[in-house]
């Protein structure tokens, strides 16, 4: 727990001081979903990405001085920083010097396999990494730890040394950047729905076991070691998945065997006597074939009974592990959290029926329990923009398997012809979707010889008016849905804005304002109603 508590850079000085390894393999565990999956991007093969892992962290073991002691020449804000620019670094360098056609082959059918994900995603995943790229150090550090590592805005203002507030700022305008940048390559998508896209999709679960090989492999990249020592831990990187079992199984042993067997310790006090005594034979028999593997000096000299037997025995030992493990899991323990957020995120809802939209009831279980993970409900702020984040994707994912297609089903019936008012879909939904009415109320077909606004383009339907202004209104026709962006905040706040700001803070427990709309009901005098309305006219133009 103490070691789960304690930051980044002291666990790095910890490990570069002490040779660490509980240290080193924590800072793993906390980045490696984030590496794996920046380099999955770029390389677009798992295999390739895994290799790429294990080569940023053995970097990192190898600059840990460096790092830790602030003598790096461009070293970033935030170790986060770091390891994604290293990442995306090291998987150019694999790029381009990847030639044969076969290997080019592989990449292309994995690129198809993984690219079967969200319409939206589809779109931004090609872009997301030259779009970091773009941004200056600071924005890129504050994307990555609020979508890419879900951290609360706290946690945010605290990495980047400011507050809450010009955290949010920061997070705002950084997104509204990178929507920007996706506009100019003909990607629309809200600044809303960006974050949520990112968020759900920019970084995936690593290969279970990868941590451990990587902490146990760079730890010997980064120490001073013999030569030997520093060979081995080097191939490892290109060892094949049999290879690397044998290797860990090794380490485990070499280097980890006295922090395993204390936590399995404890844990198995707290389940039963028998189990204990079960994996303590479990871990002699696991000892004495590891060495006589090391004797060997090559998993290729054991025989072939020799082998299966430790493969099986490791495969047991895994499996009891795993049974006396369970319920003190981190991995169970998050879920457990997870839950419980989501039943809060509920309860708001039933609490406040005015921020309920009817889609909502459509939205999957899944997606529920994605935004209560990604959300900060500590604050008033962060509770809004989790209720805000479950009405966008419930609208996004109602419009998207329903919507779109009762529209198209009318065009069909009715010569191509758009309905004249939206409640003339109501017919064309399945029999599933029993308040189509109440749902179609809220939205309002477009008419392209009044309406002026460029945004509208394209689309046939528009939501009529949102709950909460850091939400851009749902834009629908019968093949996409998108949304309207929201007002930008200036990079300059105008000093007759100061006094709403602060007036806005006083009233909500001093916590900042997420739209510029929220500051209407704070101008009080024709000065600031003018200088206001002038500054949300110019934000809510479309660029």
Same mark, same amino acid.
């Given at each position: ?11 790095? /000085? ?14 793993? $565990? /906390? ?24 080569? +940023? ?36 360098? +694999?790029? $381009?010097?990847?030639?044969? /056609? ?7 059918? @994995? ?22 790229? !773009? ?7 504050? *994307? ?29 305008? !950084?997104?509204? $950047? ?32 990868? !941590? ?9 990249? %980064? ?18 998945? *049999? ?48 060495? /006589? ?32 493990? =369970? ?22 809802? @039933? ?22 993970? &990604? ?14 984040? =479950? $009405? ?39 029999? %599933? ?38 939400? %851009? ?18 990079? =300059? ?7 709403? &700001? ?13 739209? *510029? ?27």
């Amino acid at each position: 727990m103490l070691m789960k508590m304690t930051n980044d850079l002291d666990l790095l /000085r910890q490990f570069a001081h002490d040779r660490a390894q509980d240290a080193f393999t924590e800072i793993v $565990r /906390r980045h490696v979903n984030l590496v794996y999956s920046a380099a999955l991007r770029q390389i677009r093969s798992p295999q390739l990405a895994e290799e790429i892992a294990q080569s +940023v962290f053995a970097d990192l073991a190898r600059n840990a001085g460096s790092l830790a002691g602030g003598g790096a020449a461009s070293t970033p804000k935030t170790l986060t920083s770091w390891l994604y620019a290293v990442t995306r670094r090291t998987a150019i360098d +694999v790029i $381009r010097k990847e030639s044969r /056609r076969q290997l080019r082959e592989q990449i292309a059918v @994995e690129m198809t396999n993984m690219n079967a994900t969200a319409n939206d995603w589809t779109q931004i995943e090609p872009l997301l990494d030259d779009a970091m790229a !773009a941004l200056d150090d600071t924005d890129r550090s504050a *994307i990555l730890l609020r979508y890419f590592e879900n951290k609360s805005l706290r946690e945010v203002g605290e990495a980047l040394g400011t507050n809450d507030d010009a955290a949010q700022k920061r997070v705002s305008r !950084a997104v509204e $950047r990178l929507r920007e940048f996706f506009s100019k390559r003909n990607v629309t998508i809200g600044a809303g729905g960006l974050a949520v896209i990112i968020s759900a999709n920019a970084v995936q679960a690593a290969p279970i076991g990868l !941590a451990g090989t990587i902490s146990a492999a760079a730890v010997l990249a %980064g120490t001073a070691v013999s030569t030997s020592a520093l060979v081995t831990a080097t191939k490892t990187i290109a060892m094949t998945t *049999i290879q690397k079992t044998l290797i860990t199984a090794m380490l485990a042993v070499a280097v980890g065997t006295g922090f395993f067997e204390a936590h399995q310790a404890a844990q198995l006090r707290e389940q039963n006597h028998s189990l204990t005594q079960q994996i303590t034979q479990l871990q002699t028999d696991s000892q004495s074939l590891s060495n /006589r593997l090391a004797e060997a000096g090559d998993s290729k000299k054991l025989s072939d009974k020799q082998f299966n037997e430790l493969l099986k025995l490791r495969g047991v030992a895994t499996q009891s592990r795993n049974e006396a493990e =369970v319920e003190n899991d981190p991995a169970f323990q998050k879920a457990r959290l997870w839950l419980a957020k989501e039943a809060k995120l509920h309860e708001q809802f @039933e609490l406040h029926p005015n921020q309920w939209i009817p889609e909502m009831k459509y939205l999957s279980k899944e997606a529920w329990l994605d935004k209560a993970r &990604m959300a900060d409900l500590g604050t008033a702020s962060g509770m809004r923009c989790a209720m805000s984040n =479950v $009405r966008t994707a419930a609208k996004y994912e109602f419009a998207g398997s329903y919507f779109t297609l009762a529209l198209s089903k009318y065009l069909i019936t009715h010569n191509q012809q758009l309905p004249v008012s939206t409640s003339e879909l109501s017919t064309c939904f399945p029999p %599933g979707v029993n308040d189509a009415d109440a749902i179609l109320a809220r939205y309002e077909m477009i008419n392209p010889d009044t309406q002026t606004n460029p945004g509208y383009d394209g689309f046939a339907i528009v939501e009529k008016s949102v709950v909460d202004p850091i939400e %851009g209104p749902v834009l629908i026709n019968d093949k996409k849905v998108s949304s309207l962006p929201v007002p930008r905040w200036p990079t =300059v706040t105008p000093n007759e804005l100061i006094p709403l &700001m602060n007036a806005y803070s006083d009233a909500n427990n001093h916590e900042g304002p997420l739209n *510029i709309l929220d500051l209407v009901p704070f101008a009080t005098t024709p000065e600031q109603k003018e200088a206001l309305n002038k500054y949300i006219n110019s934000a809510t133009q479309l660029h």
